[in-house]
């Protein structure tokens, strides 16, 4: 038999988690739970994470609409006038049904302030404070 890898075996965990878990709010942070399901339940206490486990709020990882934790369900399909947002699928349907568009998030806002409007590509300044050398 192969030889499989530990490091392999705990990403394909935490992406069937992140897939698969439910995406919530606790003490207004947001975390990743298993809403007593046996089998994330396993997979939980194989990665030695608890249940709720916290994460962080970063792009990518959590709806860019303020106050909202949910798992991201599209991007860049809502909302577009005003940048190209992760959504999760309750504010995406809002989004379909012609809502007004809620509060995003200052982190959202602030990736979107360096999003080219023409390439649709984000563009940050050079860090001129690095010391590493700018090629
Ligand atoms: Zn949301």
Redo the contacts with the bound molecule.
């Keep these: 038999m192969r030889e499989v890898k530990e490091e392999d075996l705990r990403d394909a965990l935490e992406d069937l988690i992140w897939q698969f878990a439910y995406h919530g709010e606790k003490n207004g942070q947001p975390v990743l739970h298993t809403g007593g399901l046996s089998a994330l339940e396993g997979a939980f206490r194989a990665l030695g994470w608890d249940d709720p486990h916290v994460i962080e709020d970063v792009d990518g990882s959590c ?1 860019d ?1 303020a106050g ?1 934790f ?1 798992g991201i369900a599209c991007g860049g399909s809502y909302w577009r006038e005003t940048g190209y947002w992760s ?2 699928s ?2 995406a349907e809002m989004a379909r049904e012609d809502k007004p568009q809620p509060q995003m998030k200052e982190r959202a806002l602030e990736r979107e302030s360096h999003r080219n409007k023409e390439t649709g590509f984000l563009s940050y300044p050079p860090d001129l404070t690095s010391t590493e050398p700018q090629i």
Excluded: A, G, P, R
């Design positions: 709806c609409v909202c949910e959504l999760c309750k504010h």
